[in-house]
């Protein structure tokens, strides 16, 4: 069983930049295949961000990151980072971290639906 804590959340300026951690805890014997960021804002559906395989063999970013937005993945914490820059009014939303021990294919990565452990959640705004 995989449990994830979020953190690094809070309220900033247009501009202005963020780092998120998801860490596990608990019972770390079987490692996750691939984790990722998602984000919820009022009155839309929940939206992948970025995602990442643990073994460091591929990152992968939404869209409307726009190169803005890094995932790290720390093997010895066993913490995906997600560090926001330039971030803007728009990225307002609940950011949750998910994980899921298949190593999923590269069109499903970003799926909330493919995930099977998600953290609490954080809440980022911009304003």
């Not at 690094?8 to 295949?33: E, H, I, Y």
């Not at 869209?63 to 997600?82: C, H, M, Q, S």
């Not at 803007?88 to 899921?100: I, L, N, Q, R, S």
Request: proline residues 2%.
């Amino acid at each position: 069983h995989v449990q994830l804590v979020e953190s690094g959340g809070g309220s900033v300026q247009a501009g202005g930049s963020l780092r998120l951690s998801c860490t596990t805890s608990g019972n770390r014997r079987r490692s996750s295949n691939c984790m990722g960021w998602f984000r919820q804002a009022p009155g839309k559906g929940r939206e992948g961000v970025a995602a990442l395989y643990t073994d460091g063999s591929a990152t992968y970013y939404a869209d409307f990151v726009e190169g803005r937005f890094t995932i790290f993945y720390d093997n010895a914490k066993k913490a995906v980072d997600l560090q926001m820059n330039s971030l803007k009014p728009e990225d307002t939303a609940m950011y949750v971290c998910a994980a899921e021990h298949a190593r999923l294919p590269v069109d499903w990565a970003l799926l909330a639906v493919e995930y099977t452990y998600w953290g609490q959640g954080t809440q980022v705004t911009v304003s």
